[in-house]
């Protein structure tokens, strides 16, 4: 029985005009010229990659794709399309889709073209279709290797969360960003440049924050942006708690009272018990 999504042994029995015609004894398809990488004769044994084409019709490529249904790898984004999804290539001539029911709810969180996601493959409603790997999906891969604190590493956005995001790395690691280590809104698929804060056993913590001299500034202006955004009001002041902080902000408490203080100093802002004011010059 030929297998969708997987390699197969095929032998090739005949010549047409498209290409050569594979058979494992029961099933016949197509495998066009341009898929091969070398000249083949009636008999020779190939090894293929078998997917469907455009029609959902199995077809055979000796290319070697990016996934199958029992390897995960990355993908780079082709084309967006708001009402279905996204396309990745997966160097076989027919596009991936990866639905739209596997990607965020907000749009602006949505891959781009040439981003990258981490997938598996599946069958779905009998197209062969990629899904983005989840943290399981990497642990299961066991990779062994190990980084080190404060080193820094390039990793793809893989998971999008309330509590900060999951991404992966170029080496397979799996690693979380805490909400309160990053400064922005990140996409999935996009690449980042990770700090590594702490290594587990086969997966790290990091943060794409900078140095807290450089971050601090970057926070002062965010909250003088918020004030000036806001009729020069803010409703938090240095007792107000972390998840206040964070909803409004989308920085630690720390960080925050860092900056504050620095304001303060400064004689940029005043405030009473539950107000921040900007200061009239």
């Not at 030929?2 to 050569?20: H, P, T, V």
């Not at 399981?136 to 998971?159: G, N």
């Not at 938090?236 to 909803?247: G, R, W, Y």
């Amino acid at each position: 029985m030929i297998e969708i999504g997987k390699y197969n042994q095929l032998s090739i029995i005949r010549k047409s005009d498209l290409g050569y015609m594979l058979t494992d004894g029961k099933q016949e398809i197509l495998m066009h010229f341009k898929e091969t990488s070398q000249e083949l004769n009636i008999g020779d044994q190939v090894r293929v990659f078998v997917y469907t084409d455009k029609e959902n019709r199995p077809t055979a490529t000796m290319n070697q794709p990016f996934i199958t249904y029992e390897q995960f790898g990355f993908v780079e984004v082709v084309a967006v399309m708001e009402e279905t999804g996204v396309f990745v290539f997966n160097n076989t001539p027919k596009d991936l889709l990866i639905s739209k029911d596997y990607l965020p709810y907000q749009k602006t969180q949505w891959p781009i073209v040439g981003d990258k996601i981490f997938c598996g493959m599946k069958m779905k409603k009998n197209t062969l279709v990629a899904k983005p790997c989840n943290r399981f999906d990497i642990l299961s891969l066991h990779i062994l290797k190990k980084y080190q604190e404060q080193e820094q590493v390039e990793a793809y956005v893989l998971r999008i969360t309330e509590k900060g995001i999951g991404c992966i790395s170029k080496d397979l690691i799996y690693i979380f960003i805490p909400l309160a280590q990053m400064r922005k809104e990140y996409r999935l698929g996009q690449q980042v440049l990770v700090t590594i804060t702490k290594m587990l056993d086969k997966e790290a913590y990091g943060t794409l924050n900078q140095h807290k001299e450089i971050l601090m500034d970057t926070d002062k202006e965010l909250i003088l942006s918020y004030l000036r955004d806001h009729q020069g009001f803010m409703p938090l002041t240095a007792k107000s708690s972390s998840e206040e902080i964070e909803k409004i902000l989308r920085i630690s408490r720390k960080a925050f009272k860092r900056a504050y203080g620095a304001l303060y100093k400064e004689q940029k802002i005043e405030f009473d018990d539950s107000t921040t004011y900007l200061k009239k010059l």
